[in-house]
């Protein structure tokens, strides 16, 4: 069974900065997909992140671009996700989750798709201006 634990969570200033950590138990394979997602109350979920481990490509949803910073660990199955320059806008629940090779990278960041299961439990962050 896939376990995903999210991390790092919490309150920031705007342009402040937080690093949240996603930490991957289980069957992880080193080719694996993972990706971050947020929601917000009243919006929908969006693709905000994705890193695909076999080659370290990494996709930003416009949003984020230029601010958040996506990183693997294989080694200890961890994707952290640097995320700068923070706004008010960037309030959400912050989720990890693993994707599957019918729903890549390429097919959630920026939108509000994502795979049916193996998600994290999220971690809060609230920016405030």
């Known amino acids: 069974e896939v376990k995903l634990v999210e991390s790092g969570g919490g309150f920031a200033q705007a342009g402040g900065s937080l690093r949240l950590s996603c930490e991957a138990s289980g069957f992880i394979s080193d080719d694996a997909d993972i990706g971050w997602f947020r929601q917000a109350p009243g919006k929908e979920r969006e693709g905000v992140s994705c890193?695909?481990?076999?080659?370290?490509?990494?996709y930003y949803a416009d949003s984020v671009k230029g601010r958040f910073t996506i990183s693997s660990d294989n080694a200890k199955n961890t994707v952290d996700l640097q995320m700068n320059s923070l706004k008010p806008d960037d309030t959400a629940v912050y989720y990890c989750?693993?994707?599957?090779?019918?729903?890549?990278?390429?097919?959630?960041?920026?939108?509000?798709?994502?795979?049916?299961?193996?998600w994290g439990q999220g971690t809060q962050v609230t920016v405030f201006s």
């Open positions: 989750a693993k994707l599957l090779p019918a729903v890549p990278c390429t097919v959630v960041v920026g939108t509000n798709l994502g795979p049916p299961r193996n």
């Open positions: 890193i695909s481990r076999s080659n370290g490509a990494t």
